[in-house]
């Protein structure tokens, strides 16, 4: 006997409610794993590059009581401290491991960028990437060797940066770096706009944005739009990078690193 109060049996349609029948095919995630360093904020930005059918897998790099210095930069990127990481990525199949730190990833120069890939290889990464590595390959997929630099850096860093760049014959026009020590991902998009501007030049191909602690998905569009070449940042080319190794397309709109790759461009 029903008593008063109870719902009617059906299938919830009438009240505009639609169930799923429990034999619905299961979407099929592909799963492509991050290392970030241990003060990384900006895991949503991510996601934002990121395809639906594709998960993303985020461990952290082991803290380090440094600020934001060449001495960080160096921690991040030894062998002990990334191969252990990697390897704590490998339980969920990952198609491909993303090395998400620019400052991580060129502070030894190109030789210390390759040192890092081959470690995370040899810990098993099915296939890896580092943000620095994706920064080259962006540029060339580009064709731009000539390119305008902002970092959150102080200038030790940044004159690493600018030194692997010219390792790779990419010519800097310019470079600015906000002098940070920390809390990058604080840095609003004002801030970025600004000395993007600032430091644009003519001659300059393309302008790219370091660190992948900067916030910079809704902005890269609207400054290509503004200065008329590419703009280009470290949380974009890793994520174009990794998904690329991974036979998948990261997604956005009206950004030309992502539209350069994409099929409709083929």
């Given at each position: 006997?029903?008593?008063?109060?109870?719902?009617?049996?059906?299938?919830?349609?009438?009240?505009?409610?639609?169930?799923?029948?429990?034999?619905?095919?299961?979407?099929?995630?592909?799963?492509?794993?991050?290392?970030?360093?241990?003060?990384?904020?900006?895991?949503?930005?991510?996601?934002?590059?990121?395809?639906?059918?594709?998960?993303?897998?985020?461990?952290?790099?082991?803290?380090?009581?440094?600020?934001?210095?060449?001495?960080?930069?160096?921690?991040?990127?030894?062998?002990?401290?990334?191969?252990?990481?990697?390897?704590?990525?490998?339980?969920?199949?990952?198609?491909?491991?993303?090395?998400?730190?620019?400052?991580?990833?060129?502070?030894?120069?190109?030789?210390?960028?390759?040192?890092?890939?081959?470690?995370?290889?040899?810990?098993?990464?099915?296939?890896?990437?580092?943000?620095?590595?994706?920064?080259?390959?962006?540029?060339?997929?580009?064709?731009?060797?000539?390119?305008?630099?902002?970092?959150?850096?102080?200038?030790?860093?940044?004159?690493?940066?600018?030194?692997?760049?010219?390792?790779?014959?990419?010519?800097?026009?310019?470079?600015?770096?906000?002098?940070?020590?920390?809390?990058?991902?604080?840095?609003?998009?004002?801030?970025?706009?600004?000395?993007?501007?600032?430091?644009?030049?003519?001659?300059?191909?393309?302008?790219?944005?370091?660190?992948?602690?900067?916030?910079?998905?809704?902005?890269?569009?609207?400054?290509?739009?503004?200065?008329?070449?590419?703009v280009i940042a470290a949380n974009q080319v890793t994520m174009w990078a990794v998904m690329k190794a991974a036979n998948r397309q990261a997604v956005a709109r009206g950004q030309s690193l992502?539209?350069?790759?994409?099929?409709?461009?083929?």
């Amino acid at each position: 006997m029903r008593t008063e109060g109870n719902h009617t049996s059906g299938t919830g349609a009438e009240h505009g409610v639609v169930e799923l029948a429990a034999t619905t095919r299961t979407p099929w995630q592909s799963g492509v794993g991050v290392i970030a360093p241990y003060d990384f904020a900006l895991d949503r930005e991510l996601w934002r590059w990121t395809p639906d059918d594709v998960s993303l897998h985020v461990t952290r790099l082991p803290y380090v009581h440094v600020p934001v210095t060449v001495d960080q930069a160096a921690a991040l990127s030894r062998e002990e401290n990334v191969d252990p990481a990697v390897r704590a990525l490998l339980a969920p199949e990952p198609l491909a491991i993303g090395y998400a730190c620019a400052s991580g990833s060129f502070v030894h120069g190109a030789e210390g960028q390759r040192r890092l890939h081959r470690t995370m290889v040899d810990a098993g990464a099915p296939a890896a990437v580092t943000t620095s590595g994706a920064l080259i390959q962006a540029l060339d997929a580009l064709g731009a060797d000539r390119i305008a630099v902002v970092t959150p850096y102080v200038d030790s860093v940044t004159d690493r940066l600018l030194a692997y760049l010219a390792e790779h014959s990419v010519g800097v026009t310019s470079s600015v770096g906000l002098g940070l020590l920390s809390h990058i991902w604080k840095v609003t998009y004002e801030e970025v706009s600004r000395a993007v501007h600032a430091v644009d030049r003519p001659d300059a191909q393309a302008v790219f944005i370091s660190c992948t602690n900067v916030l910079t998905y809704d902005i890269i569009a609207p400054l290509e739009r503004e200065l008329g070449k590419p703009v280009i940042a470290a949380n974009q080319v890793t994520m174009w990078a990794v998904m690329k190794a991974a036979n998948r397309q990261a997604v956005a709109r009206g950004q030309s690193l992502i539209d350069v790759a994409a099929p409709s461009a083929a």
